[in-house]
């Protein structure tokens, strides 16, 4: 399984606004610069963000986009939902027709346990843990001698 580029941008571009969260609204040529997006890409990431609630812009001449809510308020869940899609290992995992071995597959059980696995770890943390341990390593890295 591998994440696509639209979530892990998605993801960076939304930590990034995460950290700004009290400084102000950021301009998406700053995302961009910071996290070496494309604007063009990163401008249709913020729009996914923006449909979904995630984000919002405000307009002006010191404009750009702030997250909807605080950090501590926006599971990862819900942000990996919104860029990648509905969280499936396989399609047996939600629809039984896709397979005729659904009811005794024990293959289809692994699956499950593992989508269930990704679930409670994306559902357990939110934007906010994210902000903590990104401050968190930035004191580290600047008590190093």
């Not at 610069?33 to 001449?61: C, D, F, W």
Request: some cysteine; hydrophobic content about 40%; proline content about 4%.
């Amino acid at each position: 399984m591998k994440l696509s580029t639209r979530t892990r941008y998605g993801m960076r571009a939304l930590l990034e606004l995460a950290l700004a969260y009290k400084a102000g609204p950021l301009q998406i040529k700053v995302i961009a610069e910071h996290q070496n997006i494309s604007n063009k890409y990163l401008e249709q990431l913020v729009a996914m963000l923006k449909t979904a609630g995630l984000v919002r812009s405000i307009r002006g001449p010191h404009g750009g986009y702030v997250l909807a809510k605080p950090p501590q308020d926006v599971p990862l869940v819900d942000v990996f939902k919104t860029l990648e899609g509905p969280i499936l290992t396989t399609e047996c995992v939600e629809d039984e027709a896709i397979c005729a071995n659904y009811a005794d597959c024990v293959t289809r059980r692994l699956w499950t346990e593992v989508n269930e696995a990704i679930l409670n770890v994306l559902s357990s943390k939110t934007l906010g843990d994210l902000v903590e341990e990104a401050e968190q390593s930035k004191q580290k890295a600047s008590y190093q001698i």
